[in-house]
């Protein structure tokens, strides 16, 4: 099976910058697409950004100019960063890896990671 470790997230005042990091591990052949979620207190988690496994990106609109999502498939890992950052963009972030296509015999439909906090101040 696969981990999924994220790793960077921290406090940081309105305005600052955050990078995030998500390690992969074990079966890695098992992932494709990767994304980014996030989820603040009382809201439902969120898609925050996508990344293919050839590099194609789709962000949401409201940290368009100000994320950008990128991955090193050598590495087995995917990074967020995180500029401009608001005290609307507090929450947990994960880390979701879809299953590669074909391979339903011997990996999950999708990966998680534990989430790393990311907390902005006014």
């Known amino acids: 099976q696969v981990q999924l470790v994220e790793s960077g997230g921290g406090l940081v005042q309105a305005g600052g910058s955050l990078s995030l990091s998500c390690a992969a591990s074990?079966?890695?052949?098992?992932?494709?697409?990767m994304h980014w979620y996030r989820q603040a207190p009382g809201k439902e988690r969120g898609l925050v950004a996508t990344i293919s496994y050839d590099g194609r990106t789709y962000l949401v609109d409201s940290v368009k100019g100000r994320f950008t999502i990128s991955r090193d498939n050598a590495k087995n890992t995917m990074s967020l960063r995180m500029n401009s950052l608001k005290p609307e963009d507090t929450a947990v972030y994960y880390c979701?890896?879809?299953?590669?296509?074909?391979?339903?015999?011997?990996?999950?439909?999708?990966?998680w990671g534990q989430g790393t906090q990311v907390t902005v101040s006014s």
């Open positions: 074990g079966d890695t052949s098992c992932i494709s697409r």
């Open positions: 979701n890896a879809d299953r590669a296509d074909g391979l339903w015999h011997r990996c999950a439909p999708d990966y």
